[in-house]
């Protein structure tokens, strides 16, 4: 019941910011989109995980979650320009993981598998998450949602889950 009410309130939080923004924003000096439509700020997050992941995966992890932390604050401002939107959440989730916040992550997961059940980024890093935090059962149920996506998100996933 108390997860349900927090998710209820972050998405109370996020229509009413992204309501305030909209009201405050002159089009003219605040550009959020791109001129194809996209979201700047997404984008821009987007290259600073994918850089972090390398730094990562090179064991320069306090450089990773420097660039993580600055993802995650780009995440924070497109999804107030432009909410609900479940590849949003999926990396709002991914870099409060990785940045150690578990609580945080799992709430940005669940919020945007309201929206997109089937997901794929979003189960397959939720089920890493249980995994992490030793909720193998729901890791499990992660799984099983991709098991039809003959994917490599399903592949990872069940290789940790293998392993743990």
């Known amino acids: 019941m108390k997860k349900i009410f927090v998710l209820n309130i972050i998405f109370l939080l996020t229509l009413m910011s992204s309501s305030f923004a909209a009201a405050t924003s002159n089009d003219a000096s605040h550009k959020v989109n791109n001129k194809n439509g996209e979201n700047i700020k997404y984008i821009k997050a987007t290259k600073l995980i994918k850089s972090a992941k390398k730094l990562d995966k090179k064991g320069k992890v306090e450089k990773a979650k420097k660039k993580y932390k600055k993802a995650l604050e780009y995440l924070l401002k497109a999804n107030v320009e432009k909410p609900m939107q479940p ?10 993981r990785k940045l150690g916040d578990y609580e945080n992550a799992k709430i940005y ?55 743990n």
């Open 87 to 96: 590849d949003i959440f999926n990396y709002l989730g991914f870099t409060s």
């Open 109 to 163: 997961y669940l919020l945007g598998l309201n929206i997109d059940p089937l997901h794929i980024g979003i189960n397959e890093y939720l089920g890493e998450l249980y995994v992490v935090t030793k909720k193998m059962d729901l890791a499990l149920e992660r799984l099983n949602v991709l098991k039809s996506c003959k994917c490599e998100e399903y592949k990872e996933l069940k290789e940790l889950i293998d392993n």
